[in-house]
């Protein structure tokens, strides 16, 4: 993992396996790529104090998209450490409601009810996001020299976060869970294929998935 770059694994409930948020270090503190579901917050405050993020250096929150493992904990740390969080304005009403189907194109009614009611999001923990990014949004002025990518498929507000070193923080797009591969869980399936086909003709290094290894972008397959 290069240095600057923290990642932390959150277990899923139900021996689901892990989700991974990820410790961005900049030049005046930190910013945060995801934030885990709720049930595993201990997880993500312990990776955060051992690399020192505390309240006053944490700068930003960014969601890849409103899934209950990615903005579980958001609510919770953004207030803990008097930031903003920033997702897509897609994925905002998964959020603020806590359905995780509502921007969804696919599931039956009995899919989607059993869904939220063991994974929504539970009033606690939802959220008006503060900062609505689209693409091309550019994250220097929040201390990170990267943009954020529109990157649809898995749900229709994923992004992805493009440093300017060639880090790209791709969310549910792509997984590692044992070889590089694209998500399995699809919403759209064009629109991710569209998504993976932007990728191959960008200048990126590693990714950073959501779920699994980080891995180089040389070894997902063409």
């Known amino acids: 993992m290069p240095k600057g770059i923290r990642r932390i694994e959150t277990s899923l409930p139900f021996g689901m396996g892990s989700a991974n948020c990820y410790l961005v270090e900049t030049g005046n503190g930190f910013v945060l790529i995801d934030t885990g579901s709720a049930g595993r917050r201990a997880e993500l405050e312990a990776g955060l104090d051992g690399?020192?993020?505390?309240q006053g250096n944490l700068n930003l929150i960014v969601l890849t998209h409103g899934d209950f493992d990615h903005?579980?904990?958001?609510?919770y740390i953004r207030e803990k450490f008097g930031t903003k969080a920033a997702m897509h304005p897609d994925d905002a009403?998964?959020?603020?409601r806590g359905d995780m189907f509502l921007n969804r194109e696919l599931g039956s009614v009995v899919v989607r009810l059993a869904a939220n009611l063991l994974y929504g999001l539970r009033k606690r923990d939802r959220f008006e996001p503060d900062l609505l990014v689209e693409d091309g949004y550019n994250l220097t002025q929040h201390g990170l020299e990267a943009t954020v990518l529109s990157l649809p498929g898995?749900?229709?507000?994923?992004?992805?976060?493009?440093?300017?070193?060639?880090?790209?923080?791709c969310g549910d797009l792509l997984e590692n869970r044992e070889n590089p591969a694209s998500n399995s869980l699809v919403d759209n399936r064009a629109a991710m294929e569209a998504s993976i086909d932007r990728l191959r003709g960008l200048e990126i290094n590693i990714i950073?998935?959501?779920?699994g290894e980080p891995f180089p972008m040389a070894m997902f397959p063409s």
């Open 51 to 54: 690399a020192g993020c505390r």
């Open 154 to 169: 898995h749900s229709k507000g994923s992004i992805g976060i493009l440093t300017a070193s060639g880090d790209l923080f």
């Open 93 to 96: 009403g998964m959020v603020e």
């Open 71 to 75: 903005a579980g904990n958001c609510a």
């Open 208 to 211: 950073y998935p959501g779920h």
